[in-house]
């Protein structure tokens, strides 16, 4: 995983997700620095068939999801892009 994080910039970064003989995958991130309260998270991919989602976001990381567009199984890597907007 990679991010950026400092006290004048919003946290974010990228987490490669692997899907398995499988039309979605997850993957659990902790933010670089943990946040007073729950912010909001934004996320996307770089994959044409595949959507990102965000949830069980708390003060120290979240969930990020991945699913198939057309729910075909299939074995590949997303990379799921991500931004805390506090």
């Known amino acids: 995983m990679r991010y950026v994080a400092s006290y004048n910039r919003p946290q974010c970064g990228m ?18 620095s943990p946040l007073v309260s729950i912010p909001v998270v934004v996320a996307s991919t770089d994959h044409t068939f595949y ?19 057309e729910n075909v199984s299939a ?8 931004i805390v907007v506090l």
Do not use: E, M, Q, Y
């Not at 987490?15 to 670089?32: E, K, N, Q, R, S």
């Open 75 to 82: 074995t590949t890597t997303v990379n799921v892009s991500w």
């Open 51 to 69: 959507g990102a989602s965000v949830d069980n976001v708390t003060a120290t990381g979240c969930r990020l999801r991945v699913k198939h567009f």
């Open 15 to 32: 987490t490669a997700i692997v899907v398995t003989a499988a039309t979605a995958g997850a993957a659990t991130i902790l933010f670089p």
